[in-house]
């Protein structure tokens, strides 16, 4: 089983990235996949910033990234992605992605319980936005 994410690197303010969680080797038709960030050394502040249904792509954001972040999800290559425009240096920080069986769960129930557990979870990537 893996999660692996990549297309972090360093922007400028206001440039935008596009990162990927590619998945394997679970049922990722039946799984919500979010977006979390952690900043290191500051491991208790985990933000949750994007979710995306497994059921019918509906989708769920933080207020601190909504209508700059976009979520979505080809379940035929097993890919999420986050597209991530209008990059403030307050974004930086390791990106990572996670899977929760969602069954009855919406995209904002899913997000909210990976905040604290998850069955599977990416190493991360990095995200630095100088000013």
């Known amino acids: 089983v893996q999660l692996v994410e990549s297309g972090g690197g360093l922007v400028q303010a206001g440039g935008s990235l596009r990162l990927s969680c590619a998945a394997s080797g679970f049922s990722f038709d039946d799984h919500a996949i979010a977006w979390f960030r952690q900043v290191p050394g500051k491991e208790r502040e985990r933000e949750g910033i994007a979710c995306i249904s497994s059921r019918d792509g509906s989708t769920s954001y933080a207020d601190s990234v909504k209508g700059r972040f976009t979520i979505s999800r080809e379940n035929g290559q097993n890919t999420v992605y986050l597209q991530m425009n209008n990059l403030k240096p307050e974004d930086t920080a390791v990106y990572y992605c996670?899977?929760?069986?969602?069954?009855?769960?919406?995209?904002?129930?899913?997000?909210?319980?990976?905040?604290?557990?998850?069955?599977?979870r990416g190493q991360g990537t990095q995200v630095t936005v100088t000013a």
């Open positions: 996670a899977a929760l069986s969602q069954g009855v769960l919406d995209a904002a129930e899913a997000m909210g319980i990976m905040r604290f557990r998850s069955d599977y």
